[in-house]
């Protein structure tokens, strides 16, 4: 009885000693769409995880919150060495991780919850010491490409009667962060490809221009469909100045 007394109380000395050796370590995590500004609230937020590299271990989960930043400051101020793109608005995730010794962590961001339809995922990695925060200047900051690109019209799996058919392809297109895209705006509607591949079961059937509709975010096109089947139309937005690229998905069917 002694013994296993003795050997409780080793335990709980233990354990006790290696959490008075685990250090609450701050860090902020900032997701900054590109070529735009910060994920926040008005686009659900990204989802951010932080684990412990060679364990698995999840150490914090949440989203971003906030607002998308000062637009002078992140898209039409030159970058200087130290000076944060992010001000207090700007989203973020904060939170504290408790670590004993210098650990290998990986953020991921996945988002924007809003448009899932064209979210992406991006990690890193950093080593981190206990007690040695990250949250100057930007914090963790990380790049998520894409557009958030949503087809409107059709609906999916709509149902269409007779070909030939005239069939219209709506989608609306903002940045990752919902920043607008417009006409000679910071986000040119002029300078951004869009438009639909079409394929018809399962084969490419022609590519379907899109264009600006006078409506921010709006772009359309009418296709003529020639003959019966399953058709889909992957609309993609693409900007050739940086490669940025977001897509999303529709299907229809048209009858004899």
């Known amino acids: 009885m002694k013994f296993k007394?003795?050997?409780?109380?080793?335990?709980?000395?233990?354990?006790?000693?290696?959490s008075a050796l685990a250090v609450q370590t701050q860090i902020t995590v900032r997701?900054?769409?590109?070529?735009?500004?910060?994920?926040?609230?008005?686009?659900g937020?990204?989802?951010?995880?932080?684990?412990?590299v060679h364990t698995g271990e999840l150490l914090a989960k949440g989203h971003t919150s906030g607002g998308t930043g000062n637009t002078a400051r992140i898209m039409k101020t030159p970058v200087s060495r130290g000076v944060p793109l992010s001000d207090?608005?700007?989203?973020?995730?904060?939170?504290?991780?408790?670590?004993?010794?210098?650990?290998?962590?990986?953020?991921?961001?996945?988002?924007?919850?809003?448009?899932?339809q064209s979210a992406n995922r991006v990690s890193s990695t950093q080593w981190v010491v206990p007690g040695k925060h990250i949250t100057g200047?930007?914090?963790?900051?990380?790049?998520?490409?894409?557009?958030?690109?949503?087809?409107?019209?059709?609906?999916s799996h709509t149902m269409l009667a007779g070909a030939p058919k005239s069939v219209?392809?709506?989608?609306?297109?903002?940045?990752?962060?919902?920043?607008?895209?417009?006409?000679?705006?910071?986000?040119?509607?002029?300078k951004i490809e869009v438009a639909a591949l079409l394929s018809k079961n399962g084969q490419r059937a022609?590519?379907?221009?899109?264009?600006?509709t006078g409506t921010p975010n709006q772009f359309t096109g009418t296709w003529?469909?020639?003959?019966?089947?399953?058709?889909?139309?992957?609309?993609?937005?693409?900007?050739?100045?940086?490669?940025n690229t977001g897509i999303d998905k529709v299907t229809f069917i048209v009858g004899q």
């Open 224 to 243: 003529t469909v020639q003959e019966a089947g399953t058709y889909e139309a992957a609309v993609y937005a693409y900007d050739a100045a940086n490669g």
């Open 31 to 43: 997701v900054k769409a590109k070529d735009a500004k910060f994920v926040g609230t008005s686009m």
């Open 206 to 212: 022609g590519v379907l221009p899109l264009q600006y």
């Open 5 to 18: 007394l003795l050997v409780f109380g080793l335990f709980v000395f233990v354990a006790a000693a290696t």
């Open 88 to 116: 207090e608005s700007a989203a973020a995730f904060a939170t504290s991780i408790d670590i004993d010794e210098p650990t290998l962590i990986e953020v991921s961001a996945y988002g924007p919850s809003a448009g899932l």
């Open 168 to 190: 219209t392809i709506r989608a609306n297109i903002t940045m990752m962060c919902g920043c607008p895209i417009t006409p000679g705006g910071i986000w040119d509607a002029n």
């Open 137 to 155: 200047g930007d914090g963790w900051i990380m790049e998520l490409p894409g557009f958030v690109v949503k087809v409107e019209a059709p609906s």
């Open 45 to 52: 937020g990204a989802l951010i995880t932080i684990r412990n």
